[in-house]
């Protein structure tokens, strides 16, 4: 759609505010990227004495393991998106096209392992299948008289296997305003013709959220190289690394070199760009419309005998990644410490009023979480559903680039892109280090291509005629935007909003860098208890996380009356 | 005689007259300070204390003194780069830092980015062993040795009198320790055992199948839990948080041939916005009532000659120490690490 119109002014303002958001977001994202990579080429820090230099990258890859860091890496990335891609989308398509009997209950359910941070539910699974004290392993040596125990969690399959738990809720949250947006004639047509169920699905449903699947792929594919903390649990005990826990031997040492950590990233960032390239190449000349100006009823897919049988994987699947997790954590929320067995002599309750009584800091930073994650993810969804419309509804130069940019922080580790912000916002004119808006800027930035994603997706599936219509019918472009396009995307901006809030909340790397007295968060407040050794705490202190994040929910679906990737009744 | 008395008494109100002097300048030098301070109103303190310690320490110096004790708490390399990003940028916002190493203190006073500050309290820390103390700018706020830890229930921890009883058989995959690579503790430890033992301990380790963490307290909760029972090098005062005040199955073992120990000093930057605070704050940390607060709280040895250690717990005086020079340490380092990579393949 391109933005003609007699009115000068209204040409100009919405072109005006799209090209604001756009210019926004990229200088969010270019300002520490830029110092990042001006980094990565110098001997010292940026602003200190020094000179160019390419040895952080000679030092990168002449480094110790780094062939083995880059191929589990590789691993990795390949294997949690290859389980979580099709996982996410089979409970998606469950929930949202299906008959499955509880599916609205169960939409929900699906999407509440993502409310745990990976590393703790990392921490749970520990208490699981550790070889010699996990829980299951324990039972199963016990029970069946085996000789070993049969899972070993400290493992690159360890590793998949807590990634994939983490991982298939992300991919849910993103392509279920997707499915939930598509027209079900095409399907119901295949059905008439005579088509099995399994095969409308492979050969209609799924091709038609390609959009959708593909960037929530890409993300998971790119995100996955950025994660940190639950390799380093499970992998690095026994000498198995990663890129990022690599970068870890460039910044855990003094003197820093974060030269030759930045130079790793340049590589991460490569992977990210070239992610985009390839999702855009697929996409290229094809069409994905599937909302037109024709009236449509969403119906549900007939299961039939199957239904149980999804009902059933549903089932399987919550109780591996809710109820042995989250089970876990609540049994040693309530124990002293955790000792590998669960004794009544251990029950304890003060790990509770610790975290809710015993630190101002800790309501403290309840409250800070709360202001950055409601307000901050606002923010984002605005300048990144401007920025998406641009990209996909407009023919401006440029797009593809603005494209691109808004992408790049994915691929960067959080702890390393927490450096390029604290470069680039300590010496910044406007004076926000030390404040809560560092944090706001920080976590902006970090997820801008989730909401950019998020709306690309939705954008891409919504045929222009709509707003074409309402436009030859006297409507100024805000008008067919406020009576056309929000409508349409809310479900897309409600599930995107519920998604970077969720994001928001958890968010360390950026926060445990850039945070200051009094302005901490609870990710921060979280950390400082693992490090200070309270596993118990820990424990306490992420149910009650969990349930922050749940009561969120709850409260925005009762504020907004919409499912949180609403659509299925439209 | 007249005269003597005369003269004694003159000396002796010559005596009294300078000493009241002396005394009266001091207080009149604190209470200086003290003043300068309140108008700053504020101090900023970047420490990895703690959680408990830390919590404990702000609220008794904001009772005690009407300035804000502004705290940030993260790892020790979290803070020397951000103290370091903050002097780049030359908007250093931190008035003190505390971390758990002891290059970094000594890297800055040698670039002269230490304030000198002679406190009263360090009169108190006379006597500390050689390279723990730099007159005017370190002395060590704790006092941190470096011991074994082993699960009780798992393994006999009587049996265990030497670094050498470790290395049996019995105990293969059953030890771990810190990354020496990214801990700078696992690192020191490294350090003092190659000086008793060469590399021999460390490759015969290796041949057990030892495991490596990249932060004690994984490691700490790996050990309680059984999965790898004998942490070999962990901070003593993790035997106090565990043993002495959770009760939990935890035992420390300081083998015959002693241990490192890791002084940690607490500094004043140069840049300091809050130079006068940050002196009070220094004076505080030092004195009598917060190292007693430190044993109590958290379990960790003071260099003050009158405070005794954490209860329950070994003295410092009884504790064989391994002697590190930490300069020397630091200059070594890189290529110690890789031959320790080579040893433990990692």
Wanted: hydrophobic share 45%.
């Amino acid at each position: 759609m391109e933005l003609q119109t007699t009115e000068r002014w209204e040409l100009n303002l919405p072109l005006l505010l799209m090209w604001t958001a756009a210019l926004v977001a990229t200088f969010l994202v270019l300002y520490p990227l830029l110092y990042l990579i001006y980094g990565s080429f110098r001997t010292s820090l940026p602003g200190d004495p020094g000179a160019l230099t390419l040895s952080n990258y000679f030092a990168v890859f002449s480094s110790h393991k780094i062939g083995e860091s880059i191929f589990n890496t590789l691993i990795l990335m390949a294997s949690v998106t290859a389980l979580a891609c099709p996982a996410g989308v089979v409970l998606v398509w469950l929930t949202t096209r299906s008959d499955m009997p509880f599916r609205r209950q169960l939409e929900i359910l699906n999407i509440f392992p993502f409310l745990l941070s990976p590393y703790v539910t990392g921490v749970a699974w520990t208490m699981l299948l550790s070889p010699r004290s996990g829980l299951i392993n324990k039972f199963l040596v016990g029970t069946l008289g085996l000789s070993q125990p049969p899972f070993d969690i400290f493992s690159i399959s360890g590793t998949i296997w807590v990634l994939f738990f983490y991982y298939t809720p992300y991919m849910c949250l993103f392509i279920s305003a997707a499915f939930k947006a598509m027209d079900p004639s095409m399907e119901e047509a295949a059905r008439t013709c005579g088509s099995s169920l399994f095969r409308t699905s492979w050969r209609v449903t799924v091709p038609l959220a390609t959009p959708a699947i593909l960037s929530g792929s890409i993300l998971i594919f790119v995100h996955v190289a950025g994660m940190f903390g639950v390799p380093a649990a499970l992998m690095q005990p026994k000498g198995d690394y990663v890129l990022t826990t690599t970068i870890v031997h460039f910044i855990q040492v003094y003197p820093q070199q974060y030269g030759s950590a930045a130079a790793i990233s340049m590589f991460l960032m490569m992977v990210s760009a070239l992610g985009i390239f390839i999702q855009r190449r697929v996409m290229a000349g094809k069409s994905y419309v599937t909302v037109t100006g024709k009236a449509y009823r969403p119906r549900s897919i007939k299961l039939g005998k199957w239904r149980y049988v999804a009902l059933g994987t549903n089932l399987l699947y919550l109780f591996l990644s809710i109820v042995l997790p989250y089970g876990t954590l609540l049994m040693v929320s309530f124990l002293r410490y955790w000792s590998g067995e669960v004794s009544a002599e251990l029950f304890t309750l003060s790990n509770y009023t610790e975290v809710l009584l015993g630190d101002e800091a800790i309501v403290r930073s309840i409250k800070n979480s709360l202001f950055v994650s409601i307000i901050g993810s606002f923010i984002c969804l605005v300048i990144t559903m401007l920025v998406a419309y641009l990209v996909n509804r407009t023919k401006v130069r440029g797009r593809g680039f603005f494209d691109y940019v808004t992408t790049l922080p994915v691929g960067i580790p959080g702890m390393v892109i927490a450096v390029g912000l604290l470069w680039a916002w300590i010496r910044s004119p406007i004076l926000v280090y030390g404040t809560i808006w560092i944090i706001m800027i920080a976590f902006i930035t970090r997820y801008v291509p989730y909401g950019m994603r998020a709306f690309s997706n939705t954008l891409v599936q919504l045929g222009p005629e709509l707003e074409e219509s309402a436009r030859i019918c006297g409507s100024s472009w805000f008008g067919s935007f406020r009576k056309i396009l929000i409508p349409l995307l809310k479900p897309g901006f409600l599930s995107g909003w519920i998604l970077l809030f969720i994001l928001f909340m958890r968010e360390l790397s950026t926060a445990l860098v850039l945070w200051y007295s009094g302005n901490e968060v609870i990710a921060v407040q979280l950390y400082q208890l693992v490090r200070d050794g309270e596993l118990s705490v820990v424990a306490a202190l992420s149910i009650v996380d969990a349930l922050i994040m749940i009561t969120g929910i709850i409260a925005f679906r009762l504020i907004f009356k919409e499912d949180i990737s609403a659509g299925l009744k439209r | 005689m007249k005269r003597t008395l005369c003269m004694s008494l003159a000396v002796l109100w010559c005596a009294v007259a300078v000493m009241a002097i002396g005394l009266d300048s001091g207080l009149a030098a604190s209470k200086d300070v003290l003043e300068k301070a309140k108008k700053e109103g504020a101090v900023v303190w970047y420490t990895t204390m703690p959680g408990k310690a830390r919590k404990e320490i702000k609220k008794v110096f904001e009772k005690k003194y009407p300035i804000k004790l502004e705290v940030f708490q993260a790892g020790s390399h979290d803070i020397a780069g951000r103290y370091l990003s903050e002097l780049a940028a030359k908007r250093v916002k931190v008035d003190c830092i505390h971390i758990t190493d002891m290059v970094f203190p000594l890297d800055m006073m040698d670039k002269g980015n230490l304030l000198k500050y002679e406190s009263p309290e360090f009169a108190a820390y006379a006597g500390l062993a050689k390279g723990w103390v730099y007159p005017g700018y370190i002395y060590p706020l704790r006092v941190l040795p470096i011991a074994s830890l082993v699960n009780t229930k798992k393994v006999d921890w009587k049996a265990i009198k030497s670094y050498k009883d470790m290395l049996v058989p019995k105990f293969k995959s059953l030890i771990a320790g810190g990354d020496v690579g990214t801990s700078t503790r696992a690192y020191l430890n490294y350090y003092g055992l190659r000086m008793k033992y060469g590399t021999g301990w460390y490759k015969k380790l290796a041949e057990l199948d030892s495991k490596y963490y990249e932060s004690s307290e994984k490691a700490m909760s790996n050990c309680l839990s059984g999965e790898w029972p004998i942490l070999f090098e962990a901070w003593l005062y993790t035997d106090y948080q565990t043993r002495v005040q959770k009760k939990a199955p935890l035992h420390s073992v300081i083998t015959q041939e002693g241990c490192v120990v890791m002084p940690t000093p607490n500094t004043i930057m140069k840049q300091a916005p809050h130079p006068n605070a940050a002196k009070v704050l220094q004076d505080f940390l030092y004195s009598k009532q917060v190292q007693e607060l430190l044993g109590k709280s958290i379990g960790v040895h003071s260099g003050r000659k009158d405070v005794s250690g954490p209860p329950e717990m070994p003295a410092l005086k009884d504790i064989k120490v391994i002697d590190v020079d930490f300069r020397d340490a630091q200059a070594k380092r890189k290529e110690l690490v890789a031959e320790w990579r080579k040893i433990a393949s990692r």
